[in-house]
Structure formats: structure tokens, C-alpha cells
């Protein structure tokens, strides 16, 4: 397996190419936009793992340019910054998924495994679990078909949710994923919002979707009566 690393945070890019390595990938570096373009372009790679902030070209740059040119290696990228648009418009350019920085080498390699379980191809843009769907480019979520208004922090947790039905969450990762901090004192934010989120999510109807997981966290997924 090819793993083409762009990232110019040497730190970071050392970090994942011993992780990498030690988990069977050939990596290849490259700490400059222009450089990791080309590479991208003209190197099959198993997957390629971008930062957004790089210098010549950013992500955003290059993950265009390689899904214009046709070129669907799977693409993962990191961002430092928690924004909702940043995941939306990243997922929107053709990426398959997502970390935020900083981030667990563990975490990365279940993403990194996922995507390549799923094989190239684009993220699918709607997810869908039993009758609710997120819409993800619209930021929009309903339930059969009626339309739930969620705050941007709201969606965040329910479309982190719902990218990984079926498999618990642990507030931890939920926090990293959702705030991009470490809450460990105080679980009551999380625990907060996601009884917010019940109240627009599972409340309203009969079968309920979200699920607690005593001592662990949280799963969404449609249980049988
Ligand atoms: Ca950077």
C-alpha cells in the first residue's frame, strides 16, 4: 500500500510516516502544495493524506485539481481548525473523510482503514439511517421528511454520528471530533447537547435512533422494537 503524505508540519508528517510505515504502508512526504500535486497526479497511490494550510498550493487547491483531473485515490484531510464549513467543504471537494487536529495515530488508522474497506470512490453525500438523512452539502437533516432544525454544533455530532452508525462512540472521541478539545472534566457540555440533539432527533418520534452506551458514549443506530 501507497500512502502519499502532503503535509509541511514536519512534526506531523515524521509522526505519520513512522505510524504508517510500522502499519505495512510505503510512504512518500511531501511538505510543499505544488510537489504534493504532482505526486498526486502522477504516482498511483492507495491514499493520500492532506493538511489544508500548506505552503504553494493549499488542500483545498490540490484536492480540486486532483478530482478535476478525474483521479479518485481516496483522500483524507486534516484540519486544524474545528470549523463545520471547513468538513463541508473539504467533503464537498470530493474528500472521503476527515481529522481535526490534533489527532490520535489509533483514530487515524480505523479512518484510514475504513476508507480503504470502502474502496475509491467519493464520500456518499447523503447518509442516511433508518428514515433520517443528512443531507451533508445542505447541511440539512430531516426525518422522514420532515426538515430539523440543529444548530451547526448540533449537526457536527449527529453527522459524526451517523458516518460511523452501528459502532459507539466514546464521548472522548466525540468531544476531539465535535469541540477539537479535551473535556475530560467536564462531560456535561456533551452530555448537554446531546440531549438537544435527542430532543429534535428522537423525541418527536417513536423509534428512536440515538442510543447511550453506559460508561462508553454514544451510537446512532435504527434498534429493533
Ligand atoms: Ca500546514
Redesign the pocket.
Known amino acids: 500500500m501507497r500512502a502519499l503524505v502532503i ?3 514536519l512534526k ?1 508528517a515524521a509522526y505519520l510516516r513512522q505510524g504508517l510505515s510500522e502499519n505495512g504502508f510505503v510512504v512518500e512526504i511531501c511538505t510543499d502544495g505544488e510537489d504534493g500535486l504532482h505526486q498526486a497526479l502522477t504516482v498511483e497511490n492507495d491514499l493520500i493524506i492532506l ?5 504553494g498550493r493549499d ?1 483545498w487547491s490540490i484536492l480540486s485539481a486532483l478530482r478535476a483531473a478525474g483521479k479518485q485515490t481516496p483522500v483524507l484531510f ?1 484540519t ?1 481548525r474545528d470549523l463545520v464549513r471547513d468538513k463541508v467543504k473539504g467533503l464537498e471537494l470530493g474528500a472521503d473523510d476527515y481529522l481535526v487536529k490534533p489527532f490520535d495515530f489509533a483514530e487515524l488508522l480505523a479512518r484510514v482503514r475504513t476508507i480503504l474497506r470502502r474502496g475509491p470512490g467519493r464520500q456518499p453525500e447523503v447518509l442516511q439511517v433508518a428514515d433520517l438523512r443528512l443531507d451533508l452539502p445542505r447541511h440539512k437533516a430531516t426525518r422522514g421528511g420532515m426538515r430539523l432544525d440543529l444548530t451547526a454544533k448540533e449537526f457536527a455530532l449527529l453527522e459524526l454520528l451517523a458516518r460511523r452508525r452501528g459502532e459507539a462512540q466514546s464521548r472522548t472521541i466525540i468531544a476531539e471530533q465535535v469541540w477539537d478539545v479535551n473535556f475530560d472534566s467536564d462531560f456535561n457540555v456533551l452530555e448537554v447537547a446531546i440531549r438537544r440533539l435527542r430532543s429534535k432527533v428522537d423525541d418527536p418520534f417513536a423509534k428512536k435512533l440515538i442510543h447511550t452506551i453506559r460508561g462508553v458514549g454514544y451510537v446512532l443506530e435504527e434498534r429493533p422494537e
Open positions: 503535509e509541511d508540519e506531523t493538511d489544508v494550510m500548506l505552503p488542500g486534516l486544524a
